[in-house]
């Protein structure tokens, strides 16, 4: 960095972000292309142009690594949801064309393969569902229940209705090609089903 006609140095922690960053950009597009379990941790060392140490002092290990890949897809899915959600004029239709985005990233190989896929097996059940919830759940029942404030939805508690959506927006997601379509048109089907 050139500060004043001198250059600065990076701090450690500005380092140590790069390296993150270059181990989880790998790590996501090898995942998403390989799987987890195809995708030697040597490959992504190598990809990300870093030493395995790097890997194990930064993450612990291979999984440890796989987590933050695998939120750094979640945070970004959550992101592109949100933003499309608010293109909505009234809560049901920011609801619609968030379920809609939701769908359509869970077409593309990082989202179907790193999250869908390898999550619950990497991560486990458990684990795996929390971090899940953590970023689509509440904003999901949010969206749900200000469809209920404005009237388009019979009042009941957002959040168990949002648990059940979520469920199945993950195992409409999982559809495959050849189902894609009439897997949304199902679950869009289910949705208007709640409307009043």
């Not at 395995?52 to 796989?66: E, I, N, V």
């Not at 059940?125 to 029942?141: F, S, T």
């Not at 999982?174 to 048109?185: H, M, W």
Request: one cysteine or more; hydrophobic letters at 45%; a positive charge.
């Amino acid at each position: 960095m050139l500060v004043q006609g001198k250059v600065r140095r990076r701090t450690q922690r500005e380092r140590s972000d790069v390296t993150q960053a270059a181990l989880v950009g790998a790590a996501r597009d090898l995942f998403a292309s390989s799987g987890y379990y195809a995708t030697p941790a040597e490959e992504i060392v190598r990809k990300a142009g870093v030493t395995s140490g790097a890997l194990y002092h930064h993450f612990g290990d291979k999984r440890g690594l796989f987590r933050a890949a695998f939120d750094a897809v979640e945070r970004s899915l959550a992101e592109r949801v949100r933003r499309a959600a608010l293109r909505g004029k009234n809560p049901w239709a920011r609801l619609e064309r968030g379920v809609s985005e939701y769908l359509r990233a869970c077409a593309e190989p990082e989202m179907r393969q790193i999250v869908l896929v390898d999550g619950p097996s990497v991560l486990g059940w458990e684990e795996w569902r929390e971090a899940d919830a953590a970023h689509h759940l509440r904003p999901l029942a949010a969206a749900l229940a200000a469809a209920m404030r404005a009237g388009l939805l019979e009042r009941r508690p957002a959040l168990p209705l949002a648990r059940v959506l979520l469920g199945s927006l993950t195992e409409a997601g999982l559809a495959s090609t050849a189902e894609r379509n009439a897997t949304e048109s199902a679950m869009f089907w289910m949705l208007r089903r709640l409307k009043r």
